[in-house]
């Protein structure tokens, strides 16, 4: 029978295994498996507000553990309150994280964690310990998540959820987002998976650990491509037999990244699978981190590399417009000419279709604008009927009644505002909006526009900064290196122009004038969003750097809108970041 997966070489070369080297049956070990529900996803800032565990040996169920939380600073949500069944009210009289631990911890001794997303749950009891000064025993941990990924095909379950494991094995209890239950059907999961290690020979708990993703070993045996790769920041390339490229990524140090993709702890399919098919890695040194990362977002752009998702094919972005009608509507569109024509600035770019769709709607909802695509002119518009959605109060316009063109254009003069980016409009209409619902108690409803209106001002703040950056003809910047020495930046229309790495501030004016001379020359942008010569993505990036750079000099003025942080230009005619408005 074909492993899934490959294995550890064993060190032990000698047929003859001592006791010791024969390890521990997997149906001798004692597993507690834990699942935890909390108040966020960030450890260490949100809490823990019940533990739940199974402590199993053999298949046997030896003990339970099960107790609610009582938060002391973070608050449950409603959206955490209806995920998990668990309130306010519920945890008001539970003991707190302090009085819990020690008995979770005294039920964990000799055993081996388990978890489904291991490093979530482990996560937050690790860092409890770490707040509470708590010993944490290091113990053995395994994640249910990469094991089943071993066993369990894409062509046998669609995804690796609990909720998918459980309802593919048929656990007897399934998950419902309580730790108790949770951990049960973990517990049921695990057990299945084990069955499936012990038909490919994996039987005890130390073989478990030599468990490999498939493709590991064919990337040991291409670890020769690494060397020569330069410790220093750039980017590097995995092209195949033709010089196609693979891959494109960026590092500070190439040399350790690079090496990385040649061990265990690269788990990524597509990268086992990409590195299979490499036979080279091309380099592309840069003066420092910041130049690697344009010069990645760049010829991700311009070569589409099969194997990488990030920065590929900016063209595809979505916006939102009006079209150019009698009686405009809204539409997602792509960049293209329907940009050109728009009667309104078009809203964007935003990074999925799906986002811009989901704002669409709201835009829709909230204000009297035409829903459905018949194209009603002078000449028909006596003939018009009302489409089916106007019954419903969907579709403005026309088929709202609303028949002058000046005065359709006079009702939706607040959704040109939101297009030329005054979002006042919206955030008072989404405020209303969202308190009708929960009054309904319509509260998934709410989310959803709590949502789109949170897509719609960061993509419009997104937008605002690429702007702000783009309308400065140059600006010389500098800050300090991660690994020591100052970091030279020339920045002309939002995009990286020259860059430089120098050791020490004494000779930051001679470089900036010897970079600044010999920079990209790069042309103002033009009038519309994506008529430019530079990437959003890489502008973005800028904006971002000069957060924390020194700005030595900047041409014109340069202040980025409302969306964001303020800048200013000084006495000295030197430009820097203020607090946030």
Not at 18 to 25: I, V, W, Y
Not at 43 to 70: C, D
Not at 461 to 488: F, K, N, T, W, Y
């Amino acid at each position: 029978m074909s492993a899934p997966f490959d294995r550890t070489p064993t060190a032990i070369e000698s047929s003859q295994l001592s006791f010791d080297a024969l390890g521990t049956p997997l149906h001798e070990v004692t597993f507690v498996i834990v699942d935890l529900e909390t108040t966020g996803t960030t450890a260490g800032k949100s809490e823990i507000t019940e533990i739940g565990a199974v402590k199993t040996r053999g298949g046997e169920v030896l003990g339970e553990f099960q107790s609610l939380v009582k938060p002391e600073e973070s608050v449950i949500s409603p959206f955490v309150a209806r995920l998990t069944g668990i309130t306010h009210a519920m945890v008001d009289d539970a003991p707190s994280i302090r009085s819990v631990l020690p008995s979770f911890l005294e039920f964990c001794v000799g055993a081996v964690l388990v978890a489904h997303n291991a490093p979530f749950d482990i996560g937050f009891i690790r860092s409890a310990c770490e707040k509470l000064d708590y010993h944490w025993p290091q113990p053995t941990v395994l994640d249910t998540v990469t094991l089943s990924r071993r066993v369990v095909s894409r062509d046998e379950v669609r995804n690796h959820k609990l909720s998918t494991l459980a309802a593919h094995f048929g656990t007897e209890v399934s998950p419902d987002h309580r730790a108790l239950s949770d951990a049960k059907a973990t517990g049921e999961v695990l057990h299945r998976v084990l069955e499936r290690f012990g038909g490919y020979g994996i039987t005890t708990l130390e073989e478990l650990a030599t468990v490999r993703q498939a493709g590991w070993a064919k990337r040991q045996a291409k670890s020769h491509l690494a060397k020569g790769v330069p410790a220093e920041p750039g980017v590097y390339m995995f092209l195949d037999g033709t010089r196609r490229v693979l891959y494109i990524g960026k590092s500070g140090n190439m040399a350790r990244r690079v090496r990385g993709y040649f061990n265990a702890s690269e788990n990524r399919g597509r990268m086992a699978e990409m590195i299979t098919a490499a036979q080279e890695v091309s380099c592309l040194p840069c003066a420092h981190a910041l130049e690697a990362e344009v010069r990645e977002i760049r010829l991700i752009g311009e070569l589409a590399p099969p194997y990488n998702r990030r920065s590929k094919n900016p063209e595809r972005n979505s916006w939102i417009v009006l079209s150019d009608e009698e009686y405009p509507r809204l539409s997602v569109v792509r960049a293209n000419t329907a940009l050109e024509k728009s009667p309104a600035t078009p809203l964007g770019p935003f990074r999925s279709r799906k986002t811009a769709q989901a704002v669409k709607e709201l835009l829709d909802t909230l204000y009297p604008v035409k829903r459905c695509t018949a194209k009603i002119t002078a000449s028909n518009l006596a003939s018009h009927r009302p489409c089916v959605s106007s019954q419903v109060g969907q579709c403005g316009g026309p088929c709202a009644g609303v028949l002058d063109r000046q005065a359709y254009l006079d009702d939706i003069a607040a959704l040109f505002e939101v297009m030329a980016g005054d979002f006042t409009s919206l955030r008072s209409l989404c405020t209303q909006r969202m308190s009708r619902l929960a009054d309904e108690a319509r509260y998934e409803t709410a989310a959803e526009v709590r949502d789109a209106m949170r897509s719609a001002l960061s993509c419009a703040a997104r937008a605002e900064s690429v702007q702000a950056l783009r309308a400065v003809p140059e600006i010389l910047a500098h800050a300090p290196g991660p690994e020591g020495g100052i970091d030279l930046a020339v920045i002309r229309h939002g995009k990286l122009a020259a860059a430089s790495h120098v050791r020490g501030s004494q000779a930051i004016d001679e470089s900036f004038a010897a970079i600044a001379a010999t920079a990209e020359w790069v042309p103002a942008p033009g009038r519309l969003p994506a008529d430019t010569d530079s990437l959003p993505e890489e502008t973005r990036l800028l904006s971002q750097w000069l957060q924390s750079a020194t700005l030595t000099s900047a041409q014109g003025a340069w202040s980025l809108p409302r969306a964001g942080a303020n800048y200013h230009a000084q006495e000295s005619g030197t430009v820097r970041l203020s607090d946030p408005v």
